[in-house]
């Protein structure tokens, strides 16, 4: 993976039609990885999306991708990345195996290494000899396979997946999302990633922006939370406030929580200490239980106004 | 993936391989679309369901060519004459269009498909050129398969020797010009109204009906007027426009345009030039 920044906006601004705010002076820097676009629908993600790749013109403001302007270079980003819409985007009639070789061609790939290319990547998305039938009569799931090979048919730099678990059930889409996680890891090809699930794309992505309204909300790396430790939240009947005591003094870092102690997993011991606290205690423990930190706790001062970010909040809640 | 134990019919997983071969430029992607195009519209790639009309049409014109031929062989005179070919068989090319535009066209709004072409490096301009060649070159093989069948009957029976076939390559070559012209009006007809709506249905309605609607009115007003009115009738139905120019250019066309010829030349000039730009205005603006 270059080490570029992936995208880059200054004040970015796109109105529709005269009427409709859609990114409102968004400035941000996404950094290589596998990147999370959350926002509730309507927050101006597939915009942005849009913007990256040229299909839409800036109203104001300044986007750059891969550090070309896709206004102006529009062929050098295009090439450069790969774009899975969110909607239906397949003819029926035709086969996966050849028109994901024809859209490998449109790419610019010469004609054997289009059929070679796209046979290798519909079976890195998971579609084998079913790639021969024609699309129209594929599950979702397959259809989804088939959106995501083709944005990866010419190996870009970067891929920009609109909501790829859409329409997806549950077992889709944790299989979607361990796809996505292999293309950021194993292909090494950085993805930005939309979707209105927090809850869901939290383990697989190294940072997060968080756009409502077409403003930015929070943009973060993810790599500093892994780097904290996991917690433990200690439950007992009562007088946790003599356990805090003696964990402390037991030289164990313990905050109080809303129902239980929380106390950070500095290793193995830590867990010896807190038997050996409770035991000491004479108490009687209710629940030990393993916390990893929550995305929810990077948008924890979120605005959580109406209905719009409901499903931001919902993530948070989880 | 589990890897067998077995010896034989390994398959080994390499893992995902990124991709250092050459990468092409516009001109290849343009041309890739183009062939696309040309194979779409005669359903090759696709459902048998797909090549019926359009095969179909194909076959149909290229037997009544056959029968023109082996007619035509047993007189002193051909029966018709390349252009005569070419403006018989324009009804057969209008209702080509008018089944085969929308399957280029429309389908592509209809399954969403312009995201994924305009998200790569061919631009919304290539696109549209691209849809026009490859509707003009089906539409031009249409016009010309019948010429080419007439011309290899009537060479291999030329009575004249070798100097018979030079001369009728000669017309064969008029004639292929007469095709050109009618295939790039039919086109810059077509592709416009298909670009209008994803409805297939729809679209060929439109275009039949553009086609349907303005004959009787040339009919009625070449009918009722006299002099220059009956002249300039032709003007409003696409397949009498074409058979105008084609009395203007080689003077074969069965109609009468007086002294109009050129006013013929400018208007199919004018058509196409129309049809050509809003095609590509229309898939510039259009949201992808």
């Not at chain 1, 993976?1 to 039609?17: A, P, Q």
């Not at chain 1, 021969?132 to 959106?147: A, E, H, I, L, N």
């Not at chain 1, 790396?221 to 003599?242: G, K, N, P």
Request: net charge neutral; proline share 4%; glycine share 10%.
């Amino acid at each position: 993976m270059r080490f570029v920044i992936l995208m880059e906006t200054e004040s970015l601004r796109k109105r529709y039609d005269e009427a409709v705010l859609a990114i409102d002076d968004l400035t941000v820097t996404i950094e290589p990885g596998i990147v999370g676009l959350v926002g509730a629908n309507g927050a101006g993600k597939s915009t942005l999306i849009k913007l990256a790749l040229g299909l839409l013109e800036p109203t104001a403001g300044r986007i750059r991708v891969l550090g070309l302007d896709p206004g102006a270079d529009g062929p050098q980003v295009r090439a450069r990345v790969g774009y899975m819409p969110e909607h239906d985007c397949l003819p029926p009639d035709v086969s996966a195996a050849e028109f994901v070789t024809h859209l490998a061609r449109v790419s610019g790939l010469p004609r054997a290494a289009a059929r070679e290319r796209a046979s290798e990547t519909l079976r890195h998305v998971g579609l084998y000899e079913e790639r021969y039938r024609p699309v129209g009569g594929y599950s979702t799931g397959m259809k989804q396979r088939v959106k995501l090979a083709q944005a990866l048919v010419h190996d870009p730099e970067l891929v920009l997946l609109d909501e790829p678990t859409n329409g997806l059930d549950p077992a889709g889409r944790a299989a979607m999302l361990e796809l996505v996680a292999r293309i950021g890891t194993e292909f090494g090809i950085s993805v930005v990633v939309c979707t209105h699930l927090l809850g869901e794309i939290e383990r697989i992505c190294t940072s997060l922006v968080a756009i409502d309204g077409g403003r930015l909300l929070r943009s973060a790396s993810l790599s500093t939370m892994t780097q904290q430790r996991d917690l433990l939240s200690v439950e007992v009947d009562e007088d946790d406030v003599a356990l805090a005591a003696r964990l402390t003094e037991l030289g164990v870092s313990v905050r109080r929580g809303e129902r239980a102690l929380l106390v950070d997993l500095a290793g193995e011991e830590t867990f010896d200490h807190i038997r050996d606290a409770v035991a000491d205690l004479d108490l009687s423990l209710h629940r030990l239980e393993r916390h990893r930190h929550q995305v929810a706790d990077l948008f924890r001062d979120l605005p959580a106004d109406g209905a719009s970010t409901m499903e931001v909040s919902d993530a948070r809640a989880r | 993936m589990p890897e067998h134990g077995d010896a034989s019919g390994v398959i080994h997983d390499i893992g995902y391989q990124r991709y250092d071969g050459p990468r092409l430029g516009r001109r290849y992607m343009a041309r890739s679309l183009y062939v696309h195009g040309l194979r779409t519209a005669f359903g090759f790639g696709r459902s048998a369901r797909t090549k019926i009309l359009p095969v179909g049409l194909f076959a149909v014109v290229c037997v009544a060519a056959l029968v023109l031929v082996v007619i035509s062989t047993q007189l002193p005179q051909p029966v018709l004459s390349y252009i005569g070919i070419a403006t018989t068989f324009a009804t057969v090319a209008a209702l080509f269009v008018a089944i085969v535009g929308p399957e280029l066209v429309s389908r592509d709004l209809r399954n969403n498909l312009l995201p994924l072409y305009f998200s790569r490096p061919v631009t919304r301009t290539d696109y549209a050129l691209t849809k026009l060649a490859a509707l003009a070159t089906a539409v031009f093989a249409v016009f010309a398969a019948p010429m080419l069948i007439m011309f290899l009957g009537l060479a291999l029976s030329a009575p004249h020797g070798i100097g018979g076939v030079l001369d009728e390559a000669g017309k064969f070559l008029v004639g292929l010009l007469a095709a050109a012209i009618g295939a790039v009006l039919f086109t810059a007809i077509a592709v416009p109204l298909a670009a209008l709506t994803g409805r297939r249905v729809f679209a060929t309605g439109m275009i039949i009906a553009l086609f349907l609607l303005t004959a009787p009115i040339t009919a009625v007003l070449g009918a009722i007027g006299s002099g220059s009115l009956a002249q300039l009738a032709g003007l409003v139905n696409p397949v009498s426009l074409l058979s105008g120019v084609y009395m203007w250019l080689f003077g074969d066309g069965g109609v009468d345009v007086g002294a109009y010829g050129p006013v013929y030349g400018l208007v199919v000039l004018a058509v196409a030039a129309a049809g050509i730009s809003l095609s590509i205005l229309r898939f510039r603006r259009v949201r992808a």
